[in-house]
């Protein structure tokens, strides 16, 4: 009877202790939770084994067969079964598999602070003019040249980039396994990437001043990636007021067209 009671305990015992990696994974690296669940799991089968003799009388020959068929059987089938299901579910639990590219987020997510960096204000030493509608004309010729174009083209896509990093980093941080090296390799790249977009966005405002593309792209990088929402939303309004005053002066322009004809027209008449 004792002995029973010990191949039932025992069974019991390592059988949990073979199951719990399996669903709680306590250890950091799957491999180490597979190994220890496939310990675990041959332990429990020898217990297993040890309430079979107690049971049956090993005497005869056919339980010494049976015992030796369930030995070999379980010994190959559970501890791979078990192991194999601990490392599969170890795996599945991180945030970024083995192969797969970083996605380019679109969504205006908001982002956890990478940095405490204060950002250059160089919107502020650009004043608006009564000039700047003709430098805003001139800059939509120079824009449209296939520098500008590549150049605000990789500023978006750095800026992506740093967004979809960022918040794989938050994500791996939500999971009950921090998987540190990934997550350090994603900020990393997130600083990268930011740093990548601020400096083109730092470069095209040098070089156009008042282009409301640049502006309002510089604003999303500061708000999204910084949290420097003060100014963020001073560039956003920067952007606004020379586009009002664009109209402006358009609507402005297209009355002095329409007296100047008037004008001409009343002269030809006399």
Known sequence: MQGILIAVLGFTLYGILAIYPLFLQPYFNPIGNT????????VSIFYFIGLLCTVLDMSKIWANVVIWLFLS????????????STFKRGKSLWAIKPGEEIPQLTENND????????????INNYPI????TIIQLKEKNNSMGIAYKLRYANGLKAHELSKAYLLQ??????????????????LDKAIQYETQAHNIYDELLKAFPFSVQVL???????????????????????ANQIEEEMANNDVQN?????????????IQNE
């Open 35 to 42: 190994l220890w669940s496939t310990t675990m799991s041959v």
């Open 73 to 84: 059987l379980l010994l190959i089938v559970l501890p791979f079964i078990v192991g194999i």
């Open 111 to 122: 982002i956890i602070i990478l940095s405490h960096r204060q950002s250059q204000q160089t």
């Open 129 to 132: 003019t009564a000039t700047s």
């Open 169 to 186: 980093a938050y994500t791996l941080l939500t999971r009950d396994n921090l998987d540190l090296d990934n997550i350090m390799n994603f």
């Open 216 to 238: 309002r792209a510089y604003g999303a990088l500061l708000r999204d990636i910084y949290r420097d929402d003060d100014t963020a939303l001073s560039m956003f309004n920067k």
């Open 254 to 266: 297209t009355q002095d067209d329409g007296i100047k004809k008037e004008e001409k027209t009343r």
